[in-house]
């Protein structure tokens, strides 16, 4: 079990319980057997690693005398501040639940994607030293290919690590982790431009699909009868707001309009025509259109289906 690993418990249990003595942290430390080793957590580590997770993660536990002496983080807004500090404490809450539910293994199931993880450590620390990295890369064709690349920064979607970086042709593409063959820092050093916001600059467009000269635009997609509670809870795009709603006592004739500002490249329609006649596409005539030809070719494709 890593140090980080024990940040993450540590943040996660204090979460949870919203406060809690130490007494009742170091219980939950002992029972946890695979970290603990069936030992209590000793105050001065407790403090120690209070004041690693404030410097490391942003998040600071504070104990409330008048509240029994309990602990409590003090700023939990932090977690919705950060979607990297929340999704590494999510993380680890999925582990940690699994890991004591090992009995039942056979029963949890999980995807298995390759992700490429292997390069990630080493690409994190040449993006913390500013350093060019040296990449072999294989195509989904199976060219191999070596390239100099700014690397920018790492986005996970879909369970898998994809790169933003720029080449030597000053063009920004993104590569996928588990198509590279072979990584390694070169001593050039690049300056990672002070204007560029990573987050940003995926805001336009729908997963890790960019480029192409496909611009943004207000997309109106409308989702009918149950669909539309379903798109209400998981948005389809981070600009996704709700517009219009139509709300009948059939619920057969239920539907709401969302409107999303993305760029409408082919991962975009095909995450559309993926959920069928559940969704429509109003606006703009462009986008309908390419969506309605798909849908075309489709048909011709099943022609001979009765």
């Known amino acids: 079990m890593t140090q980080a690993e024990k940040y993450l418990w540590l943040i996660k249990t204090i979460k949870d ?4 003595t130490l007494a009742e942290i170091s219980e939950k430390w002992r029972d946890n057997e695979e970290l603990s080793r069936g030992e209590p957590l000793p105050r001065c580590t407790f403090k120690r690693w209070c004041g690693s997770i404030s410097t490391s993660y942003g998040i600071f536990i504070c104990c409330s005398k008048k509240n029994g002496y309990k602990y409590y983080i003090s700023n939990p807004e932090a977690f919705e501040e950060n979607k990297l500090r929340k999704w590494m404490v ?3 809450a999925v582990g940690d639940i699994i890991s004591g539910n090992k009995s039942i293994a056979d029963r949890i199931l999980v995807e298995e994607i390759p992700s490429g993880l292997v390069f990630l ?9 500013g350093r060019v990295i040296r990449m072999a890369y294989r195509s989904f064709g199976g060219e191999e290919r070596t390239y100099d690349i700014e690397p920018y920064c790492v986005k996970l979607h879909k369970n898998r690590w994809y790169l933003l970086g720029r080449g030597e042709d000053e063009k920004l593409r993104v590569y996928g982790l588990d198509r590279i063959v072979k990584l390694e820092p070169v001593e050039r050093i690049f300056r990672y431009p002070d204007d560029f916001d990573a987050e940003e600059f995926f805001s336009r467009f729908f997963g890790v699909v960019v480029g192409l000269g496909v611009k943004p635009c207000n997309i109106v997609v409308r989702a009918y009868g149950r669909h539309l509670y379903y798109m209400r809870s998981l948005p389809i795009h981070p600009s996704q707001r709700e517009i219009k709603a139509h709300i009948p006592d059939d619920e057969d004739e239920a539907y709401a309009d969302f409107q999303v500002y993305v760029a409408p490249s082919y991962d975009f329609i095909f995450h559309i025509l993926s959920m069928g006649d559940m969704v429509e596409v109003i606006s703009p005539e462009n986008v309908r259109r390419e969506v309605a030809e798909y849908v075309h070719a489709l048909a011709d494709m099943y022609k001979d289906c009765k």
């Open 121 to 129: 450590s080493p690409l994190l620390a040449a993006m913390r030293e």
């Open 90 to 92: 999510d993380s680890f």
């Open 17 to 20: 319980a919203g406060s809690i």
